[in-house]
Every structure is written in C-alpha cells, then in structure tokens.
C-alpha cells in the first residue's frame, strides 16, 4: 500500500457548520494529540472547519511536533524537516477535504504554536494566518519570507516560566519585518491556557476571518 502525504500524521477532520467559513488547523502542545484543543476551537469559531494534527515525535512518550536539545532549544535540522513534511500534509489535506489555504488559520499552543511559527516564515502560502499561544522564536530566518497579506495573533504570559518575553517580542518582529498584521496580546498568566487566551483570539479572529466565524 503506497503512503501519501495525507498519511504523515494521525488528524481529526470536522467539516464547517456554515459554508465560507475558516479552517482551524490545530496544533498541540507536548504531550497533547489531535483531540486536545478542539474544546478552544469550538470556543474561538463554533462554525469554522477543523483539521487537528498529531505531532510525529515522541519525548518520553509525548507527543511533540519536532525535536529539541533541552527546554528553549531545538533541534533546527528537525525543526526544518517536519516543517516541510507538514506542509506537504497540508497541501495533501487540502486536495482530499476541499478548503483553501487562504481560508486556512492555525490554531498552535506551545509546541504547536512553534511550529506554526516555522510554517509561517518558511512557507508563507500555506496559511492566511495564525493564532499562536504561548509561542517563541522557531528560527532566526536568513532572510525575511514574504508575509503580507498574512495577520497573526501572539497570546503570551506575562509570567510564563519557559517563555521570557523578549522572546514573543522578538519573533513578533521578526513577523512584521516579513510583512504580517501581527498583534502581540499579553495574559495575565503563566504559560498555561487563559480565558483571557479565549476572548482575544475569538475577538481577533471574528475581524479577519469570513463573516459570523464566531456564530
């Protein structure tokens, strides 16, 4: 039996309540799986689509998106690897259930959140956006890909232990160096999921996203 690139990872696919609206690819973080955040997308977008994915690599049994070394650093070989092979998936997923990557918006917590982050800068086409929780710099790119066109909501902790904030403001610059609508929103928390998480990234994807994405 021949693997397509559909089969790179073990996903969940809900088809939209209301035809035009968004889809949701849905990104874990370490230790989570395809089901982990389809509650926070049901609260940001009850109507939009949804393509949850399962990271492919283990870390003492968890699931995570790619390697890294220790905490805050990563394996950038990695990194670039599986960033590629989720683009193919994507563009695979894609063909087979019919939505646009223009209409195509992650929805990333921690690790997922940075591996949207290396998505964005490495292949700017495959998404219209993103919601990206908790993330920090994937990559300190060679030079800056063409993201305009592209909008992106940062949500960080102002007390996050693994995530120092020079860190967010950085990769938010990197992003609009590249030419994104970046908005960098700050939690009153650490680096777990807020309500406060809910509220902004419901509001912000409301205003960029097809009309009544939030119902």
Not at 52 to 78: A, K, T, Y
Request: glycine share 10%; hydrophobic share 45%.
């Amino acid at each position: 039996m021949t693997m397509s690139a559909l089969d790179l990872h073990v996903h969940r696919w809900e088809p939209p309540a209301e035809s035009g609206a968004p889809t949701l690819l849905l990104l874990h973080g370490t230790g989570g799986d395809e089901n982990d955040l389809l509650p926070l997308a049901r609260m940001v977008a009850p109507v939009a689509a949804v393509l949850s994915v399962r990271g492919n690599v283990l870390e003492q049994g968890m699931p995570r998106f790619f390697r890294r070394l220790r905490e805050g650093v990563f394996d950038l070989d990695d990194l670039h690897r599986r960033t590629a092979a989720l683009g193919e998936f994507l563009a695979a997923a894609a063909e087979r259930y019919g939505f646009m990557p223009s209409n195509l918006y992650a929805l990333g917590f921690s690790n997922g959140a940075n591996i949207a982050a290396s998505l964005l800068l490495s292949q700017p086409t495959a998404l219209a956006g993103g919601i990206l929780i908790r993330a920090m710099v994937p990559f300190e790119p060679e030079r800056a890909p063409d993201l305009s066109g592209r909008a992106v909501l940062l949500s960080q902790g102002r007390n996050d232990p693994l995530i120092p904030p020079s860190s967010a403001q950085r990769l938010a610059e990197i992003l609009e160096t590249a030419g994104a609508d970046v908005e960098l929103a700050w939690q009153s928390g650490g680096h777990g999921l807020t309500q406060g998480d809910v509220s902004v990234a419901r509001r912000w994807l409301g205003q960029r996203a097809a009309p009544r994405v939030t119902a």
